[in-house]
């Protein structure tokens, strides 16, 4: 089976990727991903909170006066690389250490200073940035434009400085996603739909809130597979499937909404193995072969709404008949 795919212009061996978080923060972890057979790994995460606050931190305490701008230029951008500095080293390992493509990842909240630093992880040979930017709209003097706009800066301000395929990563938190994702797929060579954040939950024993199950479920990727369907064909950069993809059936689905590539971690942490990526892909060849079909470009998009007989069904949100009440009688 051919299962080669083309992602942010760069070629992978098949559509699965290794989505930011603990598995991929190691080189081992990087390497066990890529003998299971994964296209490409995004790394987890650096964070630009992280980045400010020990940049602040540096400035506040360094010898500098307030009246040598110069000075703490030098201190900003030294405690910069410092701070960068344990993710430049794991691009460069897993750079050395694995043949598939190496993403890199961060997650910011703003086009502050940190972006002029981005081209650094372009340096130390990262194929491709992945941007993991959110804010949680829970300002009420802001209206929704003005959170809209923190995306396009800061792809705007990373843009200036890197050459390297740039992804977006982003939550479905948007008042108008289609137009949204539309105009900034003209800025990014991906969009990652969706990511998946940590989650409150209240423990009514205790009385009190508690972080809720970090893992996804199988159900969560009817949300992302809705919309690829729905951009597939209308947005000018690829699109990336996250959330609640577990199995072969869950890849097939996404690909024949018009992913490009999948990203998955969840479910290789349910299996408590990297190796499981291995049984994905196998599963993705035998429906394939099921189905008469040798490469994924032969069936991407298929069942996207841009080649539907039935458009509508795509956007359909109300139950109009339901079969799950008249059991109930
Ligand atoms: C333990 C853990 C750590 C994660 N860390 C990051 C991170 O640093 N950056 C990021 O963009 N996403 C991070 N994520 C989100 C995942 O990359 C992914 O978007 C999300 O889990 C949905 O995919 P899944 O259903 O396959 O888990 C993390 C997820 C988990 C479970």
């Not at 190796?275 to 490469?295: K, N, P, Q």
């Not at 470009?297 to 039935?310: H, I, P, V, W, Y």
Request: charged share 25%.
């Amino acid at each position: 089976m051919n299962l080669t795919t083309r992602y942010m212009g760069m070629s992978l061996r098949n559509p699965v990727i290794v989505s930011s978080s603990g598995i991929t923060q190691s080189v081992e972890g990087i390497e066990r991903c890529a003998e299971a057979g994964a296209g490409a790994v995004v790394l987890k995460s650096v964070f630009e909170e992280e980045i400010q606050a020990r940049t602040r931190g540096a400035v506040e305490s360094s010898l500098f006066p307030t009246s040598f701008p110069e000075g703490q230029d030098y201190v900003e951008r030294y405690s910069h690389e410092r701070a960068f500095s344990h993710h430049l080293e794991l691009v460069r390992k897993a750079k050395q250490a694995v043949p598939i493509p190496v993403i890199s990842s961060v997650h910011c909240v703003s086009s502050g200073g940190w972006t002029d630093y981005a081209s650094r992880l372009q340096d130390v040979g990262a194929d491709g940035l992945e941007l993991n930017v959110f804010v949680l709209p829970t300002d009420f003097r802001r209206d929704s434009r003005s959170y809209e706009d923190v995306y396009f800066r800061i792809v705007e301000a990373v843009r200036r400085n890197v050459s390297i395929p740039i992804a977006l990563k982003i939550g479905s938190y948007f008042s108008g996603l289609a137009r949204t994702a539309v105009e900034l797929s003209r800025s990014v060579d991906a969009l990652v739909l969706f990511n998946r954040f940590y989650r409150l939950d209240i423990d009514v024993e205790e009385l009190r809130v508690v972080p809720a199950e970090p893992f996804s479920d199988p159900g969560e990727s009817v949300i992302p597979m809705r919309w690829i369907s729905i951009l597939s064909g209308r947005v000018e950069c690829d699109l990336a499937a996250n959330t609640g993809i577990h199995d072969g059936t869950g890849v097939v689905k996404q690909l024949l909404a018009g992913a490009t590539a999948v990203q998955l971690c969840s479910a290789l942490y349910r299996q408590r193995a990297i190796e499981y990526l291995s049984t994905i892909l196998d599963d993705v060849s035998a429906w394939m072969a099921r189905h008469g079909f040798r490469s994924v470009d032969e069936f991407r998009g298929k069942l996207a709404q841009e080649n539907s007989d039935d458009p509508a069904a795509h956007e359909r949100v109300q139950f109009v008949l339901q079969t799950a009440d008249r059991s109930l009688t």
